[in-house]
Protein backbone atom coordinates (compact mmCIF):
# COMPACT_ATOMS: atom_id res chain seq x y z
CA UNK A 1 0.00 0.00 0.00
CA UNK A 2 1.44 3.25 -1.11
CA UNK A 3 -1.04 6.76 -0.63
CA UNK A 4 -1.06 10.43 -0.57
CA UNK A 5 -3.84 12.10 0.26
CA UNK A 6 -5.02 15.60 1.91
CA UNK A 7 -4.96 16.29 5.93
CA UNK A 8 -8.41 17.60 5.52
CA UNK A 9 -9.51 14.01 4.14
CA UNK A 10 -7.48 12.02 6.21
CA UNK A 11 -8.86 13.15 9.63
CA UNK A 12 -11.94 13.39 8.11
CA UNK A 13 -12.33 9.74 7.25
CA UNK A 14 -10.52 8.82 10.80
CA UNK A 15 -12.62 10.55 13.00
CA UNK A 16 -15.89 9.30 11.45
CA UNK A 17 -14.86 5.96 11.17
CA UNK A 18 -13.79 6.59 15.03
CA UNK A 19 -17.50 7.08 16.17
CA UNK A 20 -17.96 3.51 16.14
CA UNK A 21 -14.93 1.73 17.50
CA UNK A 22 -16.10 0.30 21.18
CA UNK A 23 -13.96 2.26 23.82
CA UNK A 24 -14.11 -1.27 26.05
CA UNK A 25 -14.13 -4.21 24.22
CA UNK A 26 -12.43 -7.75 24.83
CA UNK A 27 -11.16 -8.45 21.49
CA UNK A 28 -8.74 -6.43 20.34
CA UNK A 29 -9.42 -6.22 16.37
CA UNK A 30 -12.26 -4.26 17.16
CA UNK A 31 -9.69 -1.45 18.30
CA UNK A 32 -8.26 -1.09 14.67
CA UNK A 33 -9.38 0.25 11.71
CA UNK A 34 -9.95 -1.48 8.13
CA UNK A 35 -7.84 0.58 5.68
CA UNK A 36 -7.79 -0.42 2.13
CA UNK A 37 -6.79 1.62 -0.94
CA UNK A 38 -7.25 0.93 -4.38
CA UNK A 39 -9.15 2.55 -7.45
CA UNK A 40 -8.03 6.34 -6.46
CA UNK A 41 -9.88 6.00 -3.26
CA UNK A 42 -8.71 5.54 0.83
CA UNK A 43 -11.55 3.70 2.57
CA UNK A 44 -11.52 3.22 6.41
CA UNK A 45 -13.96 0.71 7.87
CA UNK A 46 -14.79 0.18 11.55
CA UNK A 47 -16.78 -2.16 13.67
CA UNK A 48 -17.88 -2.83 17.32
CA UNK A 49 -20.23 -6.09 15.49
CA UNK A 50 -23.39 -4.18 16.27
CA UNK A 51 -22.32 -1.16 13.92
CA UNK A 52 -20.26 -0.82 10.55
CA UNK A 53 -18.99 2.19 9.07
CA UNK A 54 -17.00 2.91 5.90
CA UNK A 55 -15.97 5.84 4.55
CA UNK A 56 -14.42 6.56 1.31
CA UNK A 57 -12.34 9.80 0.16
CA UNK A 58 -10.57 10.14 -3.22
CA UNK A 59 -6.75 10.21 -3.07
CA UNK A 60 -3.61 9.90 -5.25
CA UNK A 61 -3.13 5.65 -4.79
CA UNK A 62 0.30 4.40 -6.43
CA UNK A 63 -0.51 0.95 -4.62
CA UNK A 64 -2.92 -0.97 -4.35
CA UNK A 65 -3.12 -2.16 -0.69
CA UNK A 66 -4.91 -3.15 3.13
CA UNK A 67 -3.65 -2.13 6.82
CA UNK A 68 -5.51 -2.95 9.84
CA UNK A 69 -4.08 -0.25 12.08
CA UNK A 70 -4.93 0.31 15.74
CA UNK A 71 -7.84 2.92 15.40
CA UNK A 72 -7.16 5.50 18.88
CA UNK A 73 -3.33 5.98 17.85
CA UNK A 74 -4.27 6.59 14.72
CA UNK A 75 -6.82 8.67 15.49
CA UNK A 76 -4.73 10.74 18.00
CA UNK A 77 -1.89 10.97 15.12
CA UNK A 78 -4.79 12.26 12.42
CA UNK A 79 -5.62 15.17 14.69
CA UNK A 80 -2.17 16.56 14.93
CA UNK A 81 -0.87 16.21 11.69
CA UNK A 82 0.43 20.01 9.90
CA UNK A 83 -3.17 21.47 8.13
CA UNK A 84 -2.36 21.54 4.49
CA UNK A 85 0.43 19.10 4.17
CA UNK A 86 -0.63 16.27 2.32
CA UNK A 87 -0.54 12.72 3.72
CA UNK A 88 1.74 9.59 2.69
CA UNK A 89 0.90 5.96 4.26
CA UNK A 90 3.25 3.20 3.00
CA UNK A 91 3.30 -0.22 4.66
CA UNK A 92 6.24 -1.70 5.34
CA UNK A 93 6.15 -5.28 4.41
CA UNK A 94 2.89 -6.61 6.71
CA UNK A 95 3.54 -5.80 9.95
CA UNK A 96 3.91 -2.03 10.10
CA UNK A 97 2.72 1.41 7.93
CA UNK A 98 4.75 4.30 7.84
CA UNK A 99 2.66 7.59 7.59
CA UNK A 100 4.93 10.65 6.83
CA UNK A 101 3.37 14.37 7.43
CA UNK A 102 6.20 17.05 6.39
CA UNK A 103 9.14 16.44 8.51
CA UNK A 104 7.79 14.07 10.47
CA UNK A 105 7.92 10.08 9.73
CA UNK A 106 5.73 7.49 11.97
CA UNK A 107 5.78 4.00 12.01
CA UNK A 108 2.39 1.68 13.70
CA UNK A 109 2.40 -1.78 13.95
CA UNK A 110 -0.43 -3.17 12.08
CA UNK A 111 -2.30 -6.19 12.41
CA UNK A 112 -3.04 -9.07 9.93
CA UNK A 113 -6.42 -7.87 7.33
CA UNK A 114 -7.81 -11.53 7.84
CA UNK A 115 -8.60 -11.31 11.35
CA UNK A 116 -10.97 -7.97 10.93
CA UNK A 117 -14.92 -9.14 10.54
CA UNK A 118 -15.58 -9.33 6.73
CA UNK A 119 -16.86 -6.30 5.16
CA UNK A 120 -20.80 -6.12 3.76
CA UNK A 121 -21.46 -6.74 0.42
CA UNK A 122 -24.56 -4.84 -0.66
CA UNK A 123 -27.40 -5.79 -3.06
CA UNK A 124 -27.39 -4.64 -6.67
CA UNK A 125 -30.27 -2.28 -5.91
CA UNK A 126 -31.53 -0.54 -2.71
CA UNK A 127 -35.07 -1.50 -1.36
CA UNK A 128 -35.65 2.55 -0.38
CA UNK A 129 -34.72 5.95 -0.55
CA UNK A 130 -35.25 8.79 1.53
CA UNK A 131 -34.48 12.66 1.20
CA UNK A 132 -31.83 13.39 3.79
CA UNK A 133 -33.97 15.91 5.70
CA UNK A 134 -36.78 13.33 6.35
CA UNK A 135 -35.14 10.71 7.36
CA UNK A 136 -33.01 12.90 9.51
CA UNK A 137 -36.78 14.56 11.45
CA UNK A 138 -37.92 11.11 11.29
CA UNK A 139 -35.25 10.30 13.88
CA UNK A 140 -35.55 13.09 16.06
CA UNK A 141 -38.90 12.98 16.51
CA UNK A 142 -38.78 9.32 17.37
CA UNK A 143 -35.65 8.93 19.07
CA UNK A 144 -36.98 10.44 22.53
CA UNK A 145 -39.48 7.50 23.15
CA UNK A 146 -36.83 4.65 22.72
CA UNK A 147 -36.48 2.06 26.04
CA UNK A 148 -33.21 2.38 27.61
CA UNK A 149 -33.30 -1.06 29.12
CA UNK A 150 -32.06 -3.65 28.06
CA UNK A 151 -35.08 -6.19 29.59
CA UNK A 152 -37.51 -6.17 26.26
CA UNK A 153 -35.08 -5.78 23.17
CA UNK A 154 -37.61 -4.95 20.69
CA UNK A 155 -38.62 -1.42 22.32
CA UNK A 156 -34.92 -0.35 22.37
CA UNK A 157 -34.59 0.20 18.57
CA UNK A 158 -37.08 2.46 16.11
CA UNK A 159 -39.75 0.60 14.15
CA UNK A 160 -40.01 1.36 10.62
CA UNK A 161 -42.56 -0.53 9.48
CA UNK A 162 -43.94 -0.23 5.21
CA UNK A 163 -47.56 -1.28 4.57
CA UNK A 164 -49.70 -0.97 1.57
CA UNK A 165 -47.47 1.56 0.13
CA UNK A 166 -47.47 4.22 3.64
CA UNK A 167 -44.32 4.12 5.76
CA UNK A 168 -44.71 4.68 9.83
CA UNK A 169 -42.44 4.78 12.41
CA UNK A 170 -42.78 3.89 16.02
CA UNK A 171 -41.35 4.27 19.35
CA UNK A 172 -41.66 3.20 23.09
CA UNK A 173 -40.59 2.40 26.32
CA UNK A 174 -44.15 1.44 27.56
CA UNK A 175 -44.98 4.76 29.26
CA UNK A 176 -44.48 6.83 26.20
CA UNK A 177 -45.14 6.14 22.51
CA UNK A 178 -44.57 8.24 19.53
CA UNK A 179 -46.03 7.36 15.57
CA UNK A 180 -45.08 8.96 12.95
CA UNK A 181 -46.53 8.46 9.63
CA UNK A 182 -45.56 9.58 5.88
CA UNK A 183 -49.10 10.78 4.35
CA UNK A 184 -47.70 12.61 1.68
CA UNK A 185 -45.97 9.60 -0.22
CA UNK A 186 -47.16 6.27 -1.46
CA UNK A 187 -44.02 3.74 -1.54
CA UNK A 188 -43.65 1.38 -4.42
CA UNK A 189 -41.68 -1.27 -1.93
CA UNK A 190 -42.69 -4.00 -0.36
CA UNK A 191 -44.03 -3.80 3.41
CA UNK A 192 -41.57 -4.91 6.15
CA UNK A 193 -41.23 -4.02 9.84
CA UNK A 194 -37.27 -2.84 10.64
CA UNK A 195 -36.43 -2.58 14.26
CA UNK A 196 -33.14 -0.15 14.15
CA UNK A 197 -30.87 -0.12 17.12
CA UNK A 198 -31.46 3.26 19.01
CA UNK A 199 -27.38 3.38 18.87
CA UNK A 200 -27.22 3.24 14.69
CA UNK A 201 -29.93 5.86 14.31
CA UNK A 202 -27.85 8.17 16.64
CA UNK A 203 -25.08 7.68 14.44
CA UNK A 204 -26.83 8.01 11.24
CA UNK A 205 -28.57 11.21 12.27
CA UNK A 206 -25.42 13.04 12.85
CA UNK A 207 -24.41 12.08 9.04
CA UNK A 208 -27.41 13.40 7.68
CA UNK A 209 -27.94 16.85 6.38
CA UNK A 210 -30.95 19.32 6.02
CA UNK A 211 -29.78 20.33 2.10
CA UNK A 212 -32.93 18.30 -0.16
CA UNK A 213 -31.38 19.28 -2.75
CA UNK A 214 -28.49 16.33 -2.64
CA UNK A 215 -28.95 12.87 -3.37
CA UNK A 216 -31.18 11.02 -1.43
CA UNK A 217 -29.89 7.88 1.02
CA UNK A 218 -30.17 4.62 -0.64
CA UNK A 219 -31.43 1.60 2.21
CA UNK A 220 -30.16 -1.89 1.44
CA UNK A 221 -31.24 -4.59 3.16
CA UNK A 222 -29.08 -8.09 3.42
CA UNK A 223 -29.08 -11.14 5.62
CA UNK A 224 -30.77 -9.34 8.49
CA UNK A 225 -28.81 -6.29 7.99
CA UNK A 226 -29.44 -2.93 7.15
CA UNK A 227 -27.31 -0.44 5.01
CA UNK A 228 -27.34 3.00 4.79
CA UNK A 229 -25.41 4.36 1.42
CA UNK A 230 -25.38 8.35 1.79
CA UNK A 231 -22.53 9.24 -0.91
CA UNK A 232 -19.10 8.55 0.60
CA UNK A 233 -20.18 6.65 3.68
CA UNK A 234 -21.52 3.71 4.23
CA UNK A 235 -23.13 2.67 7.33
CA UNK A 236 -24.80 -0.71 8.63
CA UNK A 237 -26.44 -2.33 11.41
CA UNK A 238 -28.16 -5.49 12.66
CA UNK A 239 -31.57 -5.12 12.87
CA UNK A 240 -33.09 -5.91 16.46
CA UNK A 241 -35.39 -9.70 16.26
CA UNK A 242 -38.24 -9.82 17.45
CA UNK A 243 -42.31 -8.81 17.21
CA UNK A 244 -42.86 -5.31 17.92
CA UNK A 245 -46.11 -4.34 19.86
CA UNK A 246 -49.37 -3.80 18.52
CA UNK A 247 -48.81 0.05 19.04
CA UNK A 248 -52.26 0.84 17.10
CA UNK A 249 -54.18 -1.09 19.67
CA UNK A 250 -52.84 0.70 22.89
CA UNK A 251 -53.94 4.31 21.26
CA UNK A 252 -57.47 5.25 22.40
CA UNK A 253 -59.44 6.68 19.46
CA UNK A 254 -62.33 8.96 21.26
CA UNK A 255 -61.04 10.52 24.22
CA UNK A 256 -63.40 12.94 24.75
CA UNK A 257 -61.68 15.69 26.82
CA UNK A 258 -59.87 18.29 25.05
CA UNK A 259 -56.93 20.73 25.96
CA UNK A 260 -55.58 22.75 24.06
CA UNK A 261 -52.42 24.92 25.17
CA UNK A 262 -49.71 27.18 24.15
CA UNK A 263 -46.67 24.71 23.75
CA UNK A 264 -44.01 27.54 25.62
CA UNK A 265 -46.19 28.47 28.03
CA UNK A 266 -46.96 25.37 29.15
CA UNK A 267 -43.39 23.87 29.33
CA UNK A 268 -41.94 26.82 30.87
CA UNK A 269 -44.79 26.09 34.01
CA UNK A 270 -43.88 22.37 33.85
CA UNK A 271 -40.22 23.15 34.51
CA UNK A 272 -40.93 25.52 36.79
CA UNK A 273 -43.46 23.46 39.29
CA UNK A 274 -41.28 20.40 38.35
CA UNK A 275 -38.61 22.08 40.62
CA UNK A 276 -40.82 20.92 43.34
CA UNK A 277 -41.50 17.52 42.43
CA UNK A 278 -39.62 14.49 44.41
CA UNK A 279 -36.67 13.46 43.18
CA UNK A 280 -37.56 9.62 42.68
CA UNK A 281 -40.70 9.72 41.68
CA UNK A 282 -40.45 13.01 39.39
CA UNK A 283 -44.67 13.68 39.45
CA UNK A 284 -46.48 16.58 38.43
CA UNK A 285 -50.19 17.09 39.45
CA UNK A 286 -52.43 18.83 37.04
CA UNK A 287 -56.24 20.00 37.75
CA UNK A 288 -58.31 20.42 34.57
CA UNK A 289 -61.41 22.65 34.92
CA UNK A 290 -63.08 25.04 31.98
CA UNK A 291 -60.28 27.85 30.91
CA UNK A 292 -58.13 26.92 33.03
CA UNK A 293 -55.22 23.85 34.52
CA UNK A 294 -52.98 24.06 37.70
CA UNK A 295 -49.96 22.75 37.51
CA UNK A 296 -48.61 21.23 41.28
CA UNK A 297 -45.80 19.22 42.56
CA UNK A 298 -44.41 18.75 46.41
CA UNK A 299 -41.52 16.84 47.05
CA UNK A 300 -42.15 13.85 49.70
CA UNK A 301 -40.60 15.11 52.13
CA UNK A 302 -42.43 18.14 52.63
CA UNK A 303 -40.41 20.78 52.72
CA UNK A 304 -41.26 22.62 49.54
CA UNK A 305 -44.40 22.77 46.87
CA UNK A 306 -45.00 24.66 43.52
CA UNK A 307 -48.33 25.66 41.94
CA UNK A 308 -48.96 27.47 39.24
CA UNK A 309 -52.28 28.16 37.33
CA UNK A 310 -52.48 28.24 33.02
CA UNK A 311 -55.01 29.72 30.91
CA UNK A 312 -56.00 27.16 28.30
CA UNK A 313 -58.85 25.82 26.32
CA UNK A 314 -60.51 22.71 28.09
CA UNK A 315 -63.76 21.00 27.34
CA UNK A 316 -64.73 18.43 29.20
CA UNK A 317 -64.90 16.99 33.12
CA UNK A 318 -63.28 18.06 35.80
CA UNK A 319 -60.50 15.87 36.84
CA UNK A 320 -57.11 15.54 38.28
CA UNK A 321 -53.86 13.95 36.29
CA UNK A 322 -50.73 13.35 37.06
CA UNK A 323 -47.47 12.87 34.77
CA UNK A 324 -44.10 12.43 35.21
CA UNK A 325 -42.72 15.86 34.30
CA UNK A 326 -39.65 14.22 32.17
CA UNK A 327 -41.38 12.34 30.08
CA UNK A 328 -44.15 15.03 30.01
CA UNK A 329 -41.26 17.89 28.85
CA UNK A 330 -39.93 15.63 26.78
CA UNK A 331 -43.12 15.04 24.56
CA UNK A 332 -43.49 19.25 24.78
CA UNK A 333 -40.28 19.42 23.19
CA UNK A 334 -41.16 17.39 19.84
CA UNK A 335 -44.44 19.53 19.27
CA UNK A 336 -43.22 22.28 16.37
CA UNK A 337 -46.41 23.90 16.51
CA UNK A 338 -47.38 27.29 18.86
CA UNK A 339 -50.46 24.55 20.30
CA UNK A 340 -50.51 21.55 22.02
CA UNK A 341 -53.70 19.08 21.90
CA UNK A 342 -54.32 16.61 24.87
CA UNK A 343 -57.30 14.17 24.59
CA UNK A 344 -57.90 12.27 27.43
CA UNK A 345 -59.76 9.57 28.75
CA UNK A 346 -59.70 9.85 32.62
CA UNK A 347 -57.19 10.14 35.27
CA UNK A 348 -55.87 6.86 34.58
CA UNK A 349 -55.88 6.77 30.59
CA UNK A 350 -53.61 7.25 27.83
CA UNK A 351 -53.64 10.33 26.56
CA UNK A 352 -53.05 11.41 22.89
CA UNK A 353 -51.18 14.42 22.22
CA UNK A 354 -50.72 15.90 18.82
CA UNK A 355 -49.27 19.33 17.34
CA UNK A 356 -52.54 21.64 16.69
CA UNK A 357 -50.84 22.55 13.33
CA UNK A 358 -48.85 18.97 11.84
CA UNK A 359 -46.09 19.85 9.31
CA UNK A 360 -46.52 19.31 5.89
CA UNK A 361 -46.50 15.99 4.79
CA UNK A 362 -46.49 14.04 7.88
CA UNK A 363 -48.69 12.94 10.93
CA UNK A 364 -47.48 12.55 14.25
CA UNK A 365 -49.24 11.32 17.23
CA UNK A 366 -47.94 10.68 21.15
CA UNK A 367 -49.03 8.85 23.79
CA UNK A 368 -48.66 9.60 27.47
CA UNK A 369 -49.44 7.50 30.53
CA UNK A 370 -50.06 8.81 33.50
CA UNK A 371 -48.73 8.16 37.09
CA UNK A 372 -50.96 7.39 39.98
CA UNK A 373 -50.95 10.08 42.33
CA UNK A 374 -50.92 10.00 46.35
Not at 10 to 17: M, P
Not at 247 to 276: C, G, H, T, W, Y
Request: hydrophobic fraction near 40%; proline fraction near 7%.
Amino acid sequence: MRISVTQERFESVIERAFTVVPSKTTMPILRTVYVECKNGELAVSATDLELMITIKTSADVAENGVSVIPAKRLYDLAKTLQKDVPVRLESEDESAVIITSGQGKFKISTEEPSYFPQLPMLPPEPILRLPHPRLKRIIEKTLFAVATDELRPVLSGVLFQMKNGMLRVVSTDGHKLVKWVDNQNKYEVPDFDWIIPKRALEVLSKMLDNNKDIPPVEIYLASQQLHFKLDQVTLSTRLIEGKFPLFDSVIPQNNPNILIAEVKPFLSAVKRVSVFSGALTKHIRIDLKSGEIVLSAEDTEGTGRGTEPLPVEYSGEQFTIGYNYSFLERILNQIDSTLVRFELSGPSGAGVIRPVEQVEGEDILMLLMPVRLN
